[in-house]
């Protein structure tokens, strides 16, 4: 058994012992990890130089929704998966923690390795233009070190997300936050139509005074002839 053999066994075992079960492990090329909570398969990608606490990092996560995430139909959910996965992910990731303290650390080391290599595509953008669940996420996962800000407005829906306790509580602050983004983008869109109208009027306004300009001028030289 080669070195890299061995340390994916450790892993898989590690990740069995973690979710108190016989899930399936795979090691393969993929972007991310991820857990099949239907299949009861979790999925490691295969990193160079990563280090442990990135590997513990994905681990421990992966096993929170194998521990704490149940089935679901994905049509039947309140909101788009994308927003119940931001919001689970808060609540997995405290209840693992809980369970096992001694990934507290390697949740941290993990996640500033995973920043400090732009594993999350932020590097110089401007994180105010981001989506709402997008901060959310990074907030969740960085801390401090996302440097994530959050509007007055946001407050009441980001702490929603933030206390979440069991899937139920999940499944409802998904559909707040989903109901909030799209409220917000409607207002967006309506203060852009009437600043378009305004910008509209001020330039019809503008070349009907031109117009009455150049006609006074032309009234004013006929005169003078």
Known sequence: MTVKENTNNVRSVLAKLLAKEDITVQHGNYSTAFFDVKSRTLGLPI??????????LLVGHEVGHALYSPMFDPEK????HSYVNVVEDIR????????????????????????????????GQDLS?????????????????????????????VKQCFDVQTWEDTLAAAAALHRFCKEQAQKQQQQQSQQQKQQ???????????????????????QSH
Request: aromatic content about 8%; glycine content about 6%; proline content about 4%.
């Open 200 to 222: 509209k009027q001020q330039k019809q306004q503008k070349q009907q005074k031109q117009q009455s300009d150049r006609s006074e001028e032309h009234t004013s030289e006929l």
């Open 129 to 157: 233009k981001l989506s709402l669940p997008d901060r959310i996420n990074l907030h969740a996962k960085l801390g401090a070190l996302s440097n994530v800000r959050f509007a007055a407005d946001e407050a009441a829906i």
């Open 77 to 80: 959910l309140p909101a788009p």
């Open 47 to 56: 990193w160079k130089d990563k280090g442990k606490d990135v590997y513990d």
């Open 92 to 123: 997995i990731e405290r209840m693992i923690q809980a369970t096992y303290p001694g990934l507290v650390r390697c949740f941290s080391s993990g996640y500033a390795t995973l920043h400090a290599e732009d594993f999350f595509g932020v590097r």
